[in-house]
Nanobody, 122 residues
């Protein structure tokens, strides 16, 4: 069964940090670009980051640049999103998704996780 599973979401205070994990089963995540999308209530799904498969080029939305960082652990078939200096605008359900290459369009991604809730609140 080909699937992605996210974990690591939760409740954090403004200024805090979280690390999200995206683990693949049934396929080799190293062969894919992996993006993180998020969707807040009443808002469209947006891509916040992507790490390419080969050279590891990374892309970040302006809203998270300098605060969020991608990392791969090929031995664990996983990708991580380290989130720091979180603010209330980061509150959303976060999804990881895999595609051949990094694109902005969510429809280009072949595999999706089930999502993990991140809530930033005091």
């Amino acid at each position: 069964q080909l699937q992605l599973v996210e974990s690591g979401g939760g409740l954090v205070q403004p200024g805090g940090s979280l690390r999200l994990s995206c683990t693949a089963s049934g396929f080799t995540l190293e062969d894919y670009a992996v993006a993180w999308f998020r969707q807040a209530p009443g808002k469209e799904r947006e891509r916040v980051s992507c790490i390419a498969s080969s050279e590891g080029t990374e892309f970040y939305a302006d809203s998270v640049k300098g605060r969020f960082t991608n990392a791969r652990d090929n031995a664990k078939n996983a990708v991580y999103l380290q989130m720091t200096s979180l603010n209330v605008e980061d509150t959303a359900v976060y999804y990881c998704a895999a595609a051949i290459w990094c694109t902005q369009s969510a429809t280009s991604y072949d595999y999706w996780g089930q999502g993990t809730q991140v809530t930033v609140s005091s």
